[in-house]
């Protein structure tokens, strides 16, 4: 029988896939609907339109290979498009290359949250390394009373979450500079760019399913050692 952390782990991963399926889902189903409604510019006249109109000359619109592989990236200063969201003219192309220079934007405006995650990369990246094995040493060793690696282990989970959490106003924001600018240039009818804000909400939910996925595990493994220090 499950022990009640480990029920509580059990829930918590099946709940969350479960919900992350669903959200995935419904996105994918929004961005194929809205890939029909055509507008008068592709991605890439939108990029190029809305970085001009903010006043960012030295980010550069390029085409990137795959599917849901759009992002901005702040040390090139390249908004990276799919080669549907580049070429395409349609609401989904829009919404999704709007809200990329919208971190672009941001940038520019040397926005809080989207420095502090550009500045949790490196650490995220290394935690993310060397974390699983950390947790799984750690749990072990807890066992016999010795907590010192799952300690680090869940520090090291707690900087990913934090990165999670981060990327919440990150995006949100993105999305609400886009949105903004699409309302001011009407380059879509009313009953587009109201396709385009539930579009860019159902991306936004992704990135909220993870960050309240890791908070969870989180708990899980700070429970974990609260239990093993006893």
């Not at 190029?48 to 040390?75: A, C, F, R, W």
Request: aromatic letters at 8%; a positive charge; charged letters at 15%.
């Amino acid at each position: 029988m499950l022990q009640g952390g480990n029920l509580y782990y059990v829930i918590l991963t099946v709940a969350t896939m479960l919900i992350s399926r669903w959200v995935g889902s419904i996105l994918q189903k929004r961005f194929a609907e809205y890939s029909q409604r055509p507008i008068s510019l592709t991605g890439a006249q939108i990029a190029e339109k809305m970085l001009s109109e903010n006043g960012i000359s030295d980010v550069q619109v390029i085409s990137t290979p795959g599917q849901l592989t759009d992002h901005y990236n702040p040390l090139k200063k390249t908004v990276n498009l799919s080669e549907v969201v580049y070429s395409q003219a349609n609401v989904a192309a829009a919404a999704v290359s709007a809200h990329e220079c919208g971190h672009a934007v941001q940038h520019a405006n040397a926005y809080g949250a989207l420095k502090l995650r550009s500045a949790l990369v490196p650490i995220v990246s290394l935690s993310s390394k060397y974390m699983p094995y950390l947790l799984m040493i750690g749990l072990f060793m807890a066992s016999s009373g010795n907590t010192t690696v799952l300690l680090v282990g869940v520090i090291l989970f707690a900087t990913t979450t934090l990165f999670s959490v981060v990327t919440l106003p990150v995006e949100f924001d993105a999305s609400n500079r886009a949105l903004a600018w699409l309302d001011e240039t009407r380059v879509m009818g009313d009953v587009d760019h109201d396709k385009a804000k539930n579009a860019l909400f159902w991306a936004a939910m992704t990135y909220t399913v993870a960050a309240l996925a890791s908070i969870g595990q989180l708990l899980y493994y700070v429970m974990r050692l609260m239990a093993a220090r006893r």
